[in-house]
């Protein structure tokens, strides 16, 4: 799909409501409540009507459009411009794009990009097998603590990959042993071949311990600058991370720790699906099958969520 094809599909609202109620109840719009059968109301087409609850809704109700006053057309502009956007795009370059020079507000953009990503997070995501490599990275820029002495500000987001296959980031509280072992046997399934890592000292142990000793564990080992030694090779993690770094720096400019896994998601989503020809419509369908995320939610600060 093109933007001349997106332009030209869903010129106007109806017609995204109409793909919205399709991906939604592909056999036919049922009731929120009970399941079952409604009627459209002739008063107002978008009007859902179930007779047995006395309950009308729209399409978007419970879903991750849930409460918005944006057209659709721009909801589907944004999904569009974020599939297709390799490395990201910033909520103000977006909100540039949709509403025009200094119209719109950074604030509506930024909740807009941030429902599309949570719609993305909740796609299913396989255990991985095969080959797979694992690496770890460090994101965050120098910033000035206390005393006004510049200190680093380290991220640390694990990947693990199967080789022609899913990526998965993480962001993790270090890298260590216990931590690596739970995101091992979260993510890569018991059937897996081989597991190939750098020279990190924890790698064996978190193998070891995430129960998955019995699996070859192949290693490169950077320090000594060899980076592929026959097909033992850890590139293919670290080509994604490079991709990572680029959409930080080029696209996000500056990701707060607390929304990084929110971007994590985003970018292992496009990743994955960068040869789909269908990415724009699941997006959609995710964006109709996902629940609502409200405001308050994501700005509420994570210690006094939890
Ligand atoms: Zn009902």
Redesign the pocket.
């Known amino acids: 799909m093109t933007i001349i094809d997106l332009c030209r599909t869903f010129s106007n609202d109806d017609l995204c409501r109409e793909l919205l109620e399709r991906l939604r109840w592909p056999n036919g719009p049922?009731?929120?409540?009970?399941?079952?059968?409604?009627v459209r109301l002739a008063t107002n087409a978008n009007l859902l009507y179930?007779?047995?609850?006395?309950?009308q809704f729209t399409v978007t109700a419970n879903t991750i459009f849930h409460d918005s006053h944006l057209p659709l057309i721009k909801w589907f502009a944004a999904t569009f411009i974020m599939c297709e956007s390799r490395k990201g795009v910033s909520a103000n370059q977006l909100r540039r794009m949709l509403w025009g020079k200094n119209k719109g507000s950074y604030k509506t953009a930024w909740y807009l990009c941030h429902r599309i990503r949570a719609a993305m997070a909740s796609a299913d995501k396989p255990m991985l097998d095969g080959t797979v490599e694992m690496d770890e990275t460090y994101l965050g820029a120098k910033q000035r603590g206390v005393g006004g002495q510049w200190r680093d500000l380290k991220e640390v987001v694990i990947g693990i990959k199967q080789r022609n296959g899913d990526l998965r980031f993480f962001h993790a509280e270090d890298a260590k042993r216990g931590t690596l072992a739970k995101y091992i046997k979260e993510n890569i399934s018991q059937d897996v071949e081989v597991i190939m890592t750098d020279e990190l000292r924890a790698y064996p142990g978190a193998i070891q311990m995430a129960g998955y000793g019995d699996v070859p564990h192949k290693t490169v080992t950077h320090r000594a600058g060899v980076y592929v030694d026959g097909d033992i090779t850890t590139n293919g993690i670290e080509s994604a991370f490079s991709l990572l770094k680029r959409g930080i720096i080029g696209s996000w400019h500056k990701v707060s720790a607390k929304h990084l896994p929110a971007y994590l998601e985003e970018m292992t989503f496009r990743f994955n699906r960068r040869n789909s020809k269908t990415l724009f419509i699941d997006t959609l369908r995710h964006m109709v099958t996902a629940d609502p995320l409200t405001f308050e939610k994501l700005t509420a600060d994570k210690e006094s969520a939890a």
């Open positions: 049922e009731c929120l409540r009970c399941k079952g059968p409604v179930c007779k047995d609850c006395d309950y």
